[in-house]
């Protein structure tokens, strides 16, 4: 029997969720398909008939962890690899053109991105009411179906746009990525009254980037993903001294 693996980054769960919902149609036509969360496992790749990898878009781009470990545990696959990503935005983001450049050898024959919620309201960009939130949901439920379909039947995508939208989110990411750790750390405090120092914040950052004892201390290493703040059980985190309106998306509904 044909096998698949889904390799993933996930911040705050909604890669997770587009992950899952292609293991399912994988299920459904009977291909196993393992799901390999770079947090947790290395495995050997070449076992696999057929590749998904993907993970969230940071100012167009991929996180660094997931591109470093494609780099590392992927280069030698050499069968058919499908690349995508999930986004707030509806509109091509240049995160593929800048994986390509990193990941020469793979052979990358499908990529596509599929819109979710915004998890980065806090800081930028404005929160999903949750009607838009159900809607993009969905429509990524059955988007995601609709490329490993794609991908499986041989269909060819490659995103294409142009190099002036390259140049300009290649620009826009060197001029944000760097400075959002000070930027954050000026404006980032914990709520000493709430926070039990339970742990959960440290020990679930993909990087171990974050201590918050005896003052809030974040490395460069950290990605912004999110989910420090997020998975806090007392959402003890404030943002300009107010309290963080927590990302908790609703993804209850059926994996069918
Ligand atoms: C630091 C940061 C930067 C982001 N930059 C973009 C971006 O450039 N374009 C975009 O469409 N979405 C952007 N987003 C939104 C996320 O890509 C989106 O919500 C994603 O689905 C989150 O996936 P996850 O929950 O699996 O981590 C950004 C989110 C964060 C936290």
């Keep these: 029997m044909n096998k698949a693996a889904i390799i993933y980054f996930s911040g705050t769960g909604n890669t997770k969720y587009v992950v899952n919902i292609m293991k399912s149609y994988f299920n459904g036509i009977n291909i196993i398909c393992d799901l390999v969360d770079i947090e947790k496992k290395v495995i050997d790749l070449s076992q ?14 991929y996180p660094e962890i997931l591109l470093k470990y494609i780099e590392k545990n992927l280069s030698n696959y050499k069968g058919k690899c499908m690349m995508f990503s999930t986004q707030a935005s509806d509109v091509v983001s240049s995160v593929f053109q800048h994986a390509l450049k990193r990941l020469k050898n793979l052979n990358i024959t499908y990529c596509d991105f599929i819109s979710m919620p915004n998890n980065f309201y806090n800081f930028m960009f404005k929160k999903y009411t949750d009607d838009e939130e159900k809607r993009a949901i969905e429509a990524a439920s059955k988007k995601a179906r609709q490329m490993v379909k794609e991908f499986l039947e041989g269909k060819e995508s490659k995103i294409e746009i ?9 620009v826009g990411y060197k001029m944000t990525y760097p400075y959002l750790r000070k930027w954050l750390m000026k404006k980032l405090s914990i709520d000493r009254d709430k926070c039990v120092e339970c742990g959960l914040c440290e020990i679930n950052c993909p990087t171990n980037s974050i201590t918050i004892s005896p003052s809030l201390k974040i490395k460069d290493t950290c990605t912004f993903c999110q989910r420090c703040l997020n998975i806090c059980p007392k959402n003890a985190f404030l943002y300009k001294g107010k309290n963080i309106e927590q990302y908790k998306p609703n993804f209850k509904q059926e994996i069918k």
Excluded: K
């Design 48 to 61: 696999y008939d057929y590749i998904v990898f993907g993970g969230p878009v940071f100012v167009e781009r």
């Design 162 to 170: 142009s190099n002036f939208r390259v140049q300009l989110a290649e």
